[in-house]
């Protein structure tokens, strides 16, 4: 049927868009970030800027205006650095690069004076790494000690560029400062750990903010942990730092940044006291000489800033992890989820206003679990796409009940239709119509009326006339029925079974009942005329009314079923109908309608009734009690 198949298009669904979630994994990462960088721009990482012993120098434009274009002669560098071991910082490191010797005049000078500026405190100096760059004589000042194997699939760089030889003998420590921002543009992640390939086996290289935090912890070396799929952790004195596979850390944000101090006030010999046992990283920010990178909660954030956030991490101890189980347990917690609503939807949607807070719950649930595993655990789970997709399966599921619902309804009215007058059909259109396609025990009125004296009066009519007869008896009874909202519930030949109070409630339905029988009576009576006119005979009918419990509902096969009622007040009418005749009264009521009609009756008599041990009470209208001299 129709139906099962839009009941199962919800279930459909759920399975599409959990084996898409496995086969467009790469593509989908994308909104992935989109959602960890949400949850950094609505609760950035906790602290500020003034309890950070992380400080940036700048070099910016006005410095750039009182000391004269970039490159300066390096003796100014070294003036700078010099400068900022006298206001007492810990550790200072350069986010510049001094590839090339400067060969302007006093410029060999200029070189000396900032080789030995970076021998008079701990320094770090910026190197890079990338396969353009052919340099492979370069090393590290840093050693690690390696536990594990390094797995053969990790990439690494075949070139290194950094500072002239001097620079970087005089310095403490040498860094990689290289930032590879996602697909879409986004810096999320950084290595502490590089690899630099060098034939036939590899270099390992620290970051810059690794190395400016190794040399502010006093630390002589660093250890690396590796797992199967490649780095698992980083231990650098006592802390043990958690490692991505590719050895880098998720960028994790501070509200406000880290604090910045314009170079000119240090060359031009002012007072900084918050750069007292900081660790100073000295950048260039002027217009078109330094990079800026897009990041999870800002647009344009300085490239040394950046480092400057993770150094602070590392000093912290703030990690973000993306759990191993990460993505099982968001497809897994979207297929139950599913299910439970397609399950449960016929309780959840049943009522409106039940079912917006509940849908509104499931929906938010993974939104609400997500961010909460951020805010306590610093743990990154994907919560938008299990959303989303809970949100297009509670929108199918919805739509399939309602389609199943409306399609079961059109066929029950145009079932019902033909049994019910067009005001009760309309109402059953209003109502939940669950119980017509089962069953149900309801009080209702029976009416049972047939043709008296079938046989006597039919036998010398034609087939055309015989027709006629029938038709004219039933259209008057179907009319009738339907005039006081009945419902008939078949024609057997010459007879009519109606009842009232099903399927829609009807707390009148003794007297609707009542006025139905009566006016059918009387129609058949003032139309009997015309009969005879036509060369048809009159009519006379016997009709009987009973009131009780009986079960309602659609009864037959798959192929054809009927909307009846079955039980004793059925068969009670029956019997009763065919009392009429030995009464002499043509419309009888049974003792169960008595007690529920507000009109008055009268006791006719109290008969036998077949399967009943007592004589059973009929009683009759003021209008037939007359005529037949009761009353």
């Avoid at 008296?452 to 038709?471: K, V």
Wanted: glycine residues 8%; hydrophobic residues 45%.
């Amino acid at each position: 049927m129709r139906f099962s198949r839009i009941r199962y298009a919800p279930i459909v669904l759920a399975l599409l868009l959990f084996t898409g979630h496995i086969i467009f994994e790469n593509p989908l990462s994308y909104l992935r970030g989109k959602t960890f960088d949400a949850y950094q721009t609505l609760a950035p990482r906790p602290g500020s800027e003034n309890e950070s012993p992380i400080k940036l120098v700048v070099i910016d434009d006005v410095t750039l205006a009182k000391y004269g274009r970039w490159p300066w002669n390096r003796s100014v560098v070294a003036d700078l650095v010099k400068g900022i071991k006298d206001q007492g910082a810990a550790v200072v490191g350069l986010d510049l690069l001094f590839p090339e010797p400067d060969t302007a005049p006093n410029g060999l000078k200029g070189d000396d004076e900032l080789a030995k500026a970076l021998g008079i405190m701990p320094t770090v100096l910026a190197a890079s790494l990338g396969n353009e760059f052919t340099n492979t004589n370069i090393h590290p000042k840093a050693d690690p000690s390696i536990v594990g194997i390094v797995p053969k699939s990790l990439p690494g760089f075949t070139g290194v560029i950094a500072s002239l030889a001097k620079f970087n003998q005089s310095a403490s420590a040498l860094g990689i400062i290289r930032a590879t921002p996602d697909k879409d543009g986004v810096l999320r992640e950084l290595p502490l750990v590089w690899l630099q390939s060098t034939g036939g086996g590899y270099q390992m290289w620290p970051s810059f903010a690794l190395e400016l935090i190794r040399l502010y912890a006093g630390a002589g070396n660093y250890a690396v942990r590796m797992g199967g799929d490649g780095f698992d952790a980083l231990k650098i004195g006592a802390a043990i730092l958690p490692l991505q596979p590719q050895g880098q850390i998720i960028l994790w944000e501070r509200k406000g940044g880290i604090a910045k101090i314009s170079a000119l006030k240090i060359l031009d010999g002012g007072r900084e006291p918050t750069l007292k046992n900081a660790i100073v990283i000295i950048s260039n920010n002027a217009v078109g000489l330094d990079q800026f990178h897009t990041t999870p909660s800002k647009t344009q954030r300085l490239g040394s800033e950046v480092h400057a956030l993770i150094a602070e991490q590392l000093l912290v101890g703030a990690f973000l992890s993306k759990p191993e189980n990460g993505l099982p347990i968001e497809r897994l917690w979207f297929l139950v989820s599913a299910l439970l609503i397609i399950l449960s939807s016929r309780f959840v949607f049943r009522s409106f206003i039940l079912s917006i807070p509940l849908v509104t719950l499931i929906v938010s649930a993974p939104l609400i679990a997500g961010f909460n595993a951020y805010l306590w655990w610093g743990e990154l789970y994907e919560s938008v796409q299990p959303a989303i997709g809970l949100f297009m399966v509670i929108t199918m599921e919805a739509y399939s009940l309602y389609k199943t619902t409306e399609q079961r309804r059109s066929v029950l009215v145009q079932q019902f239709s033909q049994f019910m007058s067009p005001t009760v059909v309309k109402q059953l259109m209003e109502q939940d119509s669950e119980a017509l396609l089962t069953g149900e025990k309801r009080e209702i009125t029976v009416l049972l009326m047939d043709m008296r004296n079938f046989t006597s009066t039919t036998q010398d009519l034609s087939a055309d006339q015989m027709f006629d007869l029938i038709n004219h008896l039933l259209s008057i009874a179907n009319d009738q029925i339907f005039k006081y909202d009945g419902t008939v519930d078949k024609f057997m030949g010459d007879a009519v079974l109606a009842f009232w109070n099903a399927p829609i409630d009807q707390p009148d339905h003794a007297d609707k009942g009542l006025a139905a029988a009566e006016a059918i009576i009387a129609s058949i009576h003032a139309k009997n005329p015309e009969l005879v006119k036509r060369g048809l005979p009159p009519l006379q009918i016997g009709a009987a009314l009973e009131t009780g419990v009986c079960t309602v509902g659609n009864y037959g096969s798959s192929l054809r079923f009927d909307y009846t009622a079955i039980g004793s007040a059925m068969n009670m009418a029956a019997r009763l109908e065919a009392a009429t005749k030995t009464v002499g009264v043509p419309l009888v009521v049974g003792p169960g309608f008595k007690e529920k009609t507000t009109r008055n009756l009268h006791l006719v008599d109290k008969i036998p009734l077949k399967g009943f041990t007592e004589n059973v009470p009929v009683y009759t209208t003021t209008k037939y009690a007359k005529e037949v001299g009761l009353v």
